[in-house]
């Protein structure tokens, strides 16, 4: 893998720290701006929302910008964002560094997932998504601890500042090794929106929604599910959210491997499995042990999607796939806000803690049938080869050669072209194509 995947992994890991580690300070900080939890809790919901927002609009902003300079622009927004998040004199104006930050967060990553597969082979391009989704997973084990510790011993605004410091480390290392990769000639704001209108595009982004909302359905309330339920102590907690990150690395690393080679059996068996694990939750999260690994396997599950949707999303939208990708990032952020609500919802109907695990199993079993639907879909409608030969393309693999009658082959050196056939009651021939 190229070196300049390290500077996209720092800019990942930046970004994620950012992300999740004030779920760690909302009490310091809610003290600090004298506000009450719930108005805290609007930076995470704000940062949220931000992504689903900024990821669309920061890459058509970018559209005529060569990539790697819209990605030095976009750390450098990051950096801005979380300098006034940590000298913010009023919660406002933390809040509006937070919305800052996460106007570059779907966007750095849509565009850096273009950039990362542009560097290597065609087989080895969910491989190298994945070496730069592994700085967020790696934020989950190592920056959001880590900036959690220092918010609460020293002070949240220092933790602000660092995050910062990562940006800085992130934006010179894009600008000394991530290589000049212009955009595809001819292609302009309508062609990447025209990529919307395929139908393999919007299941890609559904699966996103869906599968990784079912992680967030159980995640967001694992503090009062494995106190109030497995007996944890609070210190406990924060290991388990490292035990958490651990599987997403995990889970990063084999997807990216598993779905260079069978990218839809991938998903089927990261899906199904993820499905069956939140729904077996109910049931773990009565003893710490068989939590405790529940917990290690959503997230090694979860993250296996990442990669494989990723890369899904570029492949059906080829030729145009920056806002595509962008836009997929959002997703994930949709997916986590989706199913925080909808976890909240039967906790508050009384239906206890373990209650969102439900939820989640139903939200990815419900990608696992939008995975399904898109294979069928795919294998029937094939795409059309040259001269009207039909090419079956099998879901995770690369396009068959396309089918043609025995009784006329084409020479080594050239391409016979179909003709016009009058209708004579015979069955016109297709010629051959190699």
Known sequence: ?????????IGAFGIGTTEFVIMGLLPQVADSFQVSIPTAGFLITGYA????????????LGTRVPRKKMLMLLMGLFIIGNVV?????????????RIVASFAHGAFFGIGSVVAAGLVAPQKKAGAIAM?????????VIGVPLGTLIGQDIGWRLTFLLVAGLGVVGLLGVAKLVPQQPGPEGVRLRHEIAAFRNVQVLLAMAMTVLGFGGVFAAITYISPMMTSVAGFSEGGVTWLLVLFGLGMVSGNLIGGRFADRALMPMLYVS?????LVLGLFTLTAHDRIASAVTVFLIGGLGFATVSPLQKRVLDQASGAPTLASAVNIG?????????????????????GYTAPNWVGAVLAASALVLALVSSTLERRSGPVGPAGSVT?????SAPAEPTSPPERTAPADRTLQAEPTPVTGLAPEVSANR
């Open 1 to 9: 893998m190229p070196i300049a995947l390290l500077a996209l992994a």
């Open 49 to 60: 929302l931000g992504v689903v927002a900024g990821a669309p609009l920061m890459t058509v």
């Open 85 to 97: 998040s940590a000298t913010a004199p009023v919660f406002g104006v933390m809040l509006a560094g």
């Open 132 to 140: 730069m989704f592994t700085g967020l997973t790696l934020a989950n």
């Open 271 to 275: 899906l199904g499995g993820l499905a």
């Open 331 to 351: 997703a994930f952020n949709l997916g986590n806000a989706l199913s925080a609500w909808l976890g909240g919802i039967v906790i508050s109907a009384g239906l």
């Open 392 to 396: 079956r393309v099998v879901a995770g």
